[in-house]
């Protein structure tokens, strides 16, 4: 995999890092995985894209991996010696948006698949129907294939444009990118179960207005401070949450967990990702060991899956409140994940994967890594 990395988060740090990917000539597109804390204008981003000699995809996240560090500002460049078919879909958010449709607009279009394919999924991770998204993937384009990305966007929690096509940013939107690659995959979280299952029973798109009859905010409160002594409310809310994730039950598989982001002055919580009305839900925690240990569960199972992958291709998605979570030993997770190679990718707004004969989910605090036979 050609790497390059501009840790000065500027248009011209990213211009000159195309440029040293487009010396090669067997890189065709590239990769784009840009901080937040660039602080980029819009119209300076789609500037760049507009004068870069190589079509870009990707997006702008609330942090970038590069040689197994943590980079608040910086973007990182992935060279690919092909360019990717793909395809956007805007008003991400909107209940009337049909995704099925908009996604067969596109992928009808695209030449026959290649054998070996993966799809990168980057969304805006602070859109309300994701999860209605991938369902509608995995309707459309089945899981034959791996799916990886993840959630773009600020830890403001404030929407902006932050999905890079060849054409511009993007906001409220999806980007879908077949990549030419055959992928190995491993994911997972280790979070814990730490309360009762609860019946998740109003709400609307990632809002989660009532848990067993009772106002969200309040019964999580309670159940909160109940298992570890912590006051939560509306301004500490974000600090304390990060420990106490929300785990949707699925049959004979791991818990799906959901991200809270805030309580609003409606009582509801609101999560990155959908929480549908009717799933039964229990409240998750985790400790520095069990995230370490999920860190290598994730490497295992995907360099068990393909052995003779090489390492040197691998991309990670990892959540950005495991982040939050892990602190200062945040390097011990990208060691586990790498095992010694270096780790490259995006800390994310939720996370987004498959490995080919299992579920396609949006998931959040997850750690996705994926190996690329490039």
Not at 56 to 74: C, D, M, R, T, Y
Not at 187 to 202: A, D, F, L, N
Not at 231 to 247: C, H, M, T, V
Request: proline share 6%; charged share 20%; hydrophobic share 45%.
């Amino acid at each position: 995999m050609h790497v390059e990395f501009d840790p000065t988060g500027t248009v011209t740090g990213l211009g000159e890092a195309i440029n040293r990917l487009h010396t090669d000539p067997t890189v065709r597109a590239a990769l784009v995985f840009a901080a937040d804390g660039n602080d980029l204008p819009a119209g300076a981003m789609n500037d760049a894209i507009s004068a870069s000699p190589l079509p870009l995809l990707g997006g702008i996240f609330p942090a970038v991996a590069h040689a197994s560090k943590n980079h608040e500002q910086g973007t990182l460049v992935v060279g690919l010696d092909h360019l990717p078919d793909y395809g956007v879909i805007d008003t991400l958010s909107a209940p009337d948006t049909a995704f099925e449709p908009a996604i067969s607009a596109f992928a009808d279009t695209w030449p026959d698949e290649p054998r070996d394919a993966t799809y990168l999924v980057v969304v805006d991770g602070l859109a309300a129907r994701t999860s209605d998204l991938i369902e509608a993937l995995f309707f459309s384009l089945g899981l034959e294939h791996n799916f990886i990305g993840g959630g773009a966007g600020s830890l403001s929690l404030q929407q902006s444009p932050c999905i890079i096509t060849p054409e511009g940013l993007h906001a409220d939107s999806a980007l879908v990118a077949r990549l030419a690659l055959p992928s190995a995959i491993g994911v997972s979280h280790g979070w814990q179960p730490i309360s009762e299952t609860m019946t998740v029973t109003e709400s609307e798109g990632n809002r989660v207005r009532t848990i067993d009859w009772q106002p969200a905010a309040e019964l999580y409160a309670r159940e909160v401070f109940a298992h570890g002594g912590a006051r939560i409310d509306a301004d500490n809310f974000f600090s304390i949450a990060k420990s106490y994730p929300l785990g949707i039950a699925r049959y004979g598989a791991e818990v799906v967990v959901r991200d809270p982001l805030m309580m609003n002055d409606a009582g509801e919580i609101v999560c990155v990702g959908e929480v549908p009305a009717g799933c039964r839900i229990r409240l998750l925690n985790g400790d520095m060991d069990t995230l370490l240990t999920a860190a290598g569960d994730a490497r295992s199972e995907a360099t068990t899956a393909h052995p003779q992958h090489s390492i040197d291709t691998a991309l990670l998605f990892d959540c950005i409140s495991r982040v939050l979570f892990l602190d200062a030993d945040l390097d011990r997770e990208l060691d586990a994940v790498g095992g010694g190679a270096p780790v490259h990718g995006a800390f994310t707004l939720g996370e987004i994967a498959n490995s080919g004969r299992d579920y396609l989910d949006f998931l959040n605090k997850s750690i996705v890594y994926a190996i690329l036979d490039q």
